[in-house]
């Protein structure tokens, strides 16, 4: 079967080549651009990036689990403002969980950081709603 | 691991989902998915040369005496046979925690590593599959054959209950509210349908495992990718993966099994999307009734789609149009199986890490059977995103590709000569949607 042969060659070719030319195009996008700073300490010459976060009522803003990109390694500050005592899970690796008490204004939480690219939500556990998306590399 | 009592589950375990492929990605991805496409119509060949079951080179003789030796099979059937009884003693007897491997046996190793084994091995869940096994038991402690059942399997049923079954599990898997750390949800399911399985075995004999075990007919689907196979006689072979893929019996119901493989994967790449998860957020009282509507819209509009275009092909000739949807449906499962190898491969990896670190442990006990793997880190291949990337897109890209040349080659088959070409195109042009659908899940969701 000469040209089944032949065709599985050009088949296995040409994904070679896609390959070959996605690993290419890999080293000037972005992606690999935060690989770049996983080396480095450079973290903490970033500004924190800040997430608010208003509990009022039974609701929650933000709530439609939005995406927020953020650097590897940059610290990620939530600040909270409730009239209900709340836990706000970030699902990233390692899990980070904060208790909130009823009353608090403008609480800064503290930071944290991921270095793990991917994306991560971070949760309500007492509404049990999604607040945002962390898009981290 | 800390038994964290409410990590949110993507598709039954796990919490991380990949970062979307970069975007001119799926842009040379679609130009050469488009390419190869028309290049296929354009040069490939015009008399169909696959040969399914007939083809391939036996294998040597002495490797197909030991794959076929009794104490070969037999070690495969007994690892199966013990491995899902260890499990089932999780599943019943152990905590209901997030540790328990029975949640990551049901939807890493069973649901996702099917796949791998049935390219690498053939259907091995046929023969390792713990139901027929049982089936066989009661037959021969009654002494019945277990091909004898009470009725005939009506053909016209053929993979029907197959689909519907693999469209409850998704359902079970992307859809029940309490995935998440809810053994009692497993084992009603597995209760169900496992009893509903014996049921129809009794009735229709053994004849049901290969067209209503949802796992069965999707290992046996999958495992026609594979490059080994078997002729009709049994003979050992060697093949090209499209002959193998050649020989896929066009039975009622192919279409639809495969719709629900194909709609159910591109909806949970849907669900995960902020898009979907902020809109479907404000009604949260109806979540269930919202996520089952749209999974089966996913479903139906691949069947649909499908059913109209090959229909569209317009050939005729000696099958009748209605049969043309199922003789055409095995050129989709290169599609399926390549989109599903890049929505769940880093999920694969980091959750079969997992479940090798709990699965020492089926009762939370202690028992230090599989301690050596907890060193090993199980995030570590998302730490490589442009290697996962690149190879979601090939996958994908391959799948197409795969798919292209098989229903190219089915097309010049069964169409009357004259309108081998044009007859071809409305297929062509559905799969390069389908190509293009799950590029941009991949990229924008």
Same mark, same amino acid.
């Given at each position: 079967?000469?040209g089944l042969?032949?065709?599985?060659?050009?088949?296995?070719a040409?994904?070679?080549?896609?390959?070959?030319?996605?690993?290419?195009c890999?080293s000037?996008?972005?992606?690999?651009?935060?690989?770049?700073?996983?080396?480095?300490?450079?973290?903490?010459?970033?500004?924190?990036a800040?997430i608010?976060?208003?509990?009022?009522?039974?609701?929650?803003?933000?709530?439609?689990?939005?995406?927020?990109?953020?650097d590897?390694?940059?610290?990620?500050q939530?600040?909270?403002?409730?009239?209900?005592?709340?836990?706000?899970?970030?699902?990233?690796?390692?899990?980070?969980e904060?208790?909130?008490?009823?009353?608090?204004?403008?609480?800064?939480?503290?930071?944290?950081?991921i270095?793990t690219?991917?994306?991560?939500?971070?949760?309500?556990?007492?509404?049990n709603?999604?607040l945002?998306?962390?898009?981290?590399? | 691991?800390?038994?964290?009592?409410?990590?949110v589950?993507?598709?039954?375990?796990?919490?991380?989902?990949?970062?979307?492929?970069?975007?001119?990605?799926?842009?040379?991805a679609?130009?050469t998915a488009?390419?190869?496409?028309?290049?296929?119509?354009?040069?490939?060949?015009?008399?169909? *040369?696959? *040969?399914?079951?007939?083809? +391939?080179?036996?294998?040597?003789?002495w490797l197909?005496?030991?794959?076929?030796?009794?104490i070969?099979r037999?070690? @495969?059937?007994?690892?199966?046979?013990?491995f899902?009884?260890?499990?089932?003693? $999780?599943?019943?007897?152990?905590?209901?925690?997030?540790?328990n491997?029975?949640? *990551?046996?049901?939807?890493? !190793?069973l649901?996702?590593?099917?796949?791998?084994?049935?390219?690498?091995?053939?259907p091995?869940?046929?023969l390792?599959?713990?139901? &027929?096994w049982?089936? *066989?038991?009661?037959?021969?402690?009654?002494g019945?054959?277990? +091909?004898?059942?009470?009725?005939?399997?009506p053909?016209?049923?053929?993979l029907?209950?197959?689909a519907? #079954?693999?469209?409850?599990?998704?359902?079970?898997?992307? @859809?029940?509210?309490?995935?998440s750390?809810?053994?009692?949800?497993?084992?009603?399911?597995?209760?169900?349908?496992?009893?509903?399985?014996m049921?129809?075995a009794t009735?229709?004999?053994?004849?049901? #495992?290969?067209?209503?075990?949802?796992?069965?007919?999707?290992?046996?689907?999958v495992? &026609?990718?594979?490059?080994?196979g078997? &002729?009709?006689?049994?003979?050992l072979? !060697?093949?090209?993966?499209?002959?193998?893929?050649?020989?896929?019996?066009?039975?009622y +119901?192919? @279409?639809?099994?495969?719709s629900?493989?194909?709609?159910?994967?591109?909806f949970?790449? #849907?669900?995960?999307?902020?898009?979907?998860?902020?809109?479907?957020?404000?009604?949260?009282?109806?979540?269930?009734?919202?996520?089952?509507?749209?999974?089966?819209?996913?479903?139906?509009?691949?069947?649909?789609? #499908?059913t109209?275009?090959?229909?569209?092909?317009?050939?005729?000739?000696?099958i009748g149009?209605?049969?043309?949807?199922?003789?055409?449906?095995?050129?989709?499962?290169?599609?399926?199986? +390549?989109?599903?190898?890049?929505h769940?491969?880093s999920?694969?990896?980091?959750?079969?890490?997992?479940?090798?670190?709990?699965?020492?442990?089926?009762?939370?006990?202690?028992?230090?059977l599989?301690?050596?793997a907890?060193?090993?880190?199980?995030?570590?291949?998302?730490?490589?995103?442009?290697?996962? $990337?690149?190879?979601?897109?090939?996958a !994908?890209?391959?799948?197409?590709?795969?798919?292209?040349?098989?229903?190219?080659?089915?097309?010049?088959?069964?169409?009357?000569?004259?309108?081998?070409?044009?007859?071809?195109?409305?297929?062509?042009?559905?799969?390069?949607c389908?190509t293009?659908?799950?590029?941009?899940?991949?990229?924008?969701?």
């Open positions: 079967m000469p042969t032949r065709l599985a060659t050009a088949t296995s040409a994904a070679a080549l896609l390959g070959l030319c996605l690993t290419g890999g000037t996008n972005p992606t690999s651009g935060a690989a770049d700073s996983a080396g480095g300490t450079g973290s903490g010459s970033e500004q924190p800040t608010s976060i208003v509990e009022k009522d039974g609701s929650i803003t933000p709530d439609d689990g939005h995406v927020i990109d953020v590897k390694g940059q610290d990620v939530l600040v909270v403002t409730t009239d209900a005592a709340d836990e706000i899970h970030v699902h990233s690796i390692p899990e980070h904060f208790e909130v008490e009823a009353g608090a204004d403008s609480e800064k939480l503290p930071e944290f950081s270095d690219p991917g994306r991560f939500i971070i949760e309500s556990h007492g509404l709603v999604t945002v998306t962390l898009q981290v590399g | 691991m800390s038994g964290s009592s409410d990590v589950l993507a598709h039954g375990v796990g919490g991380v989902q990949d970062l979307p492929i970069p975007a001119h990605y799926a842009y040379i679609a130009a488009l390419l190869v496409s028309f290049g296929v119509l354009a040069l490939a060949w015009r008399t169909s *040369r696959f *040969r399914g079951d007939a083809s +391939g080179r036996p294998l040597w003789p197909a005496r030991i794959v076929d030796a009794r070969t037999g070690a @495969v059937v007994g690892l199966g046979l013990v899902a009884g260890w499990i089932a003693m $999780a599943a019943v007897f152990g905590q209901n925690t997030l540790v491997p029975s949640f *990551r046996a049901v939807y890493v !190793v649901w996702v590593g099917l796949v791998p084994a049935a390219i690498v091995l053939g091995v869940y046929r390792c599959s713990p139901l &027929r049982l089936h *066989r038991g009661i037959c021969a402690a009654a019945i054959d277990p +091909g004898q059942g009470i009725r005939t399997y053909a016209k049923l053929g029907w209950p197959g519907f #079954f693999l469209f409850a599990f998704t359902w079970l898997e992307l @859809v029940n509210p309490n995935v750390e809810s053994l009692p949800s497993i084992r009603l399911w597995f209760l169900l349908v496992g009893a509903f399985t049921v129809g009735v229709y004999g053994d004849v049901w #495992f290969e067209n209503g075990d949802p796992f069965e007919v999707y290992s046996s689907l495992a &026609r990718l594979s490059l080994f078997r &002729r009709t006689d049994g003979t072979v !060697v093949r090209n993966p499209l002959e193998n893929l050649d020989g896929l019996p066009p039975k +119901g192919l @279409v639809g099994v495969v629900v493989l194909f709609g159910s994967t591109a949970d790449s #849907f669900k995960e999307s902020p898009r979907w998860l902020g809109w479907a957020q404000q009604y949260s009282t109806h979540s269930v009734i919202l996520n089952t509507a749209a999974l089966a819209l996913f479903c139906l509009v691949v069947y649909v789609t #499908f109209l275009a090959s229909l569209a092909t317009g050939g005729l000739g000696t149009s209605r049969g043309l949807p199922n003789q055409l449906a095995h050129s989709v499962v290169p599609i399926v199986v +390549g989109y599903i190898v890049a769940y491969l999920f694969f990896i980091a959750e079969g890490i997992a479940f090798v670190q709990e699965v020492g442990d089926p009762l939370s006990r202690g028992w230090p599989t301690e050596w907890d060193g090993i880190d199980k995030y570590t291949i998302y730490n490589h995103p442009t290697a996962i $990337a690149v190879t979601k897109v090939v !994908v890209v391959t799948g197409h590709v795969l798919g292209v040349v098989a229903a190219h080659d089915r097309s010049v088959r069964l169409l009357p000569r004259t309108r081998a070409l044009i007859g071809q195109l409305p297929m062509l042009v559905l799969m390069v389908y293009l659908l799950g590029l941009w899940l991949l990229f924008s969701s």
